[in-house]
């Protein structure tokens, strides 16, 4: 063939993570501190009812927008955790993933020209969904001294009169950063003075360490320009059955099903019996696998501590995103030098925008045992690092 | 802290004090003086060791015994349960709603010394009516830990 490609789909740059991905699985024996994923199997009751399910002979499509039940789960869900109410009828709809209520959600309200705020370092697929939504992504460099929060200042200033929507990612991939209720109203106001939507990514809402976690749809005059995106993977480590949805108001979730009608169908009808059990008893799950991730996670920042490389306290997630600037290497050349000389894989800061530079993305998507191992290798070989540093200078 | 601390030991009895120190976000002093009046309290019973002895060249055979009684004025079940706890050779006794009273499992090395317990020692009781031993022939799951090699989930090393 000579004809050419998308020139759109061309100029988009792989995902950094994939770059490193290739490097690690060409290796043994390396340990991992690289997963977006929680380490724990599905709660067996969900799983259960997935099988049921497929015992029952469920198997047909569901709705467009998804199984009645489910959505009546999801709005109730919402309404228990951050009292705000939607309609199940006209204001849900279940995706595949979080990933593609923020594909659909963009190609929904962007038109050619339009721009989409993206403060980074955040999750990898923004950018590129913005550009295939024919939108124009305007990136803020969020700031290690902020706690990597997205400050007033900071938005104001990458607001123009072509703003459309602002992404808030958070409680943050990667960098674990949370935004509390006084942040969020400290942007709520500027985000209404200049009407724009807000498409808050709250997959990892579940796991906030600090207090409960706020969604920006239940601030006053919020609901109305919030598409609020949440899902299954990170909260019931579900994240094989590719299950997600979003809120907004019915204007956008009706343009919102006709993309996700076209190209997807629906989401997997197993996948939706099953969350509808994660929804109405895994609450107890949730809240166990939440005390395992503060557990690790509390023992990573004190490993860091010990291992003098500063980190500021993240409240979400499941990442710590240390800063190494100290040794004077790009975070690529950083996780490069530490896969090649102890064979752990943490991925580079940079990964996810420029501003991840100078850190780290480390997963706690594991085992104590796994970490204790990972911090024994880490610690060998910053303390090798230092000693080399010292060399020099003498 | 009491709950959590709980959880965490009952997984993991060696684990050192100053990593519970760090997991649970208290001090190595705080964290010590808990354990110490959960051991007072009678909370904390003991710190075993899971064995999967099928695994070994160690001959062990355990039984679930259910065993009927006649409970005795003013005492209940308790004086015929602490005759039979008292055998060193009776693992656990439970007292159990249904069809019989007690529960007793029994770990021997064998299904002689089993039956000789149960014809010669338990069942010759005054106030004991019937027993019925089961021998346990495999242990899937003991202490809410899968026994069987699990197998490895294969995840992927890196993902966004």
Redesign the interface.
Known sequence: MTKELSQKVLDIKP?G?RK??DI??EMQD?I?L????P?F?TPWHIRDEGIFSLEKGRTFYTSNSGLKELKQEIVNYIKRTQNVDYNPNNEVIVTVGGSEAIDIGLRALCNEGDEVIIPQPS???YEPCTILANAKPVIIDLKAENEFRLKPDELLKAITPKTKILILPYPN?PTGAIMDKNDLEAIADIIIDNDIYVMSDEIYSELSYKEKHVSIASLPGMKERTILINGFSKSYAM?GWRLGYALAPKEIIKQMTKIHQFAIMCAPTTSQYAAVEALKNGDEDVANMR?SYN??R??LL?AFKEMNIECFEPYGAFYVFPCIKEFGMTSEEFATKLLEEEKV?A?PGTAFGQSGEDHLRISYAYS?DNLKKAMERLNRFVTRLRERKLNLLR | MREELLAVIEKNSRIGLDELAVILGETEENVLSELENLEKEGIICGYHTLINWEKTSIEKVTALIEVRVTPQRGQGFDKIAERIYNYPEVHAVYLISGGYDLLVILEEKSLREISNFVSDKLSTLDTILSTATHFILKKYKDHGTILSKKHEYEREIITP
Do not use: K, P, W
Request: without cysteine.
């Open positions: 995902s993570i490193f991905f690690v699985s390396v991992s690289g997963v977006g994923e380490d199997d999750y990898v697929s991939n994240t005390t557990q690790r509390r023992f004190n894989a991925i104590l």
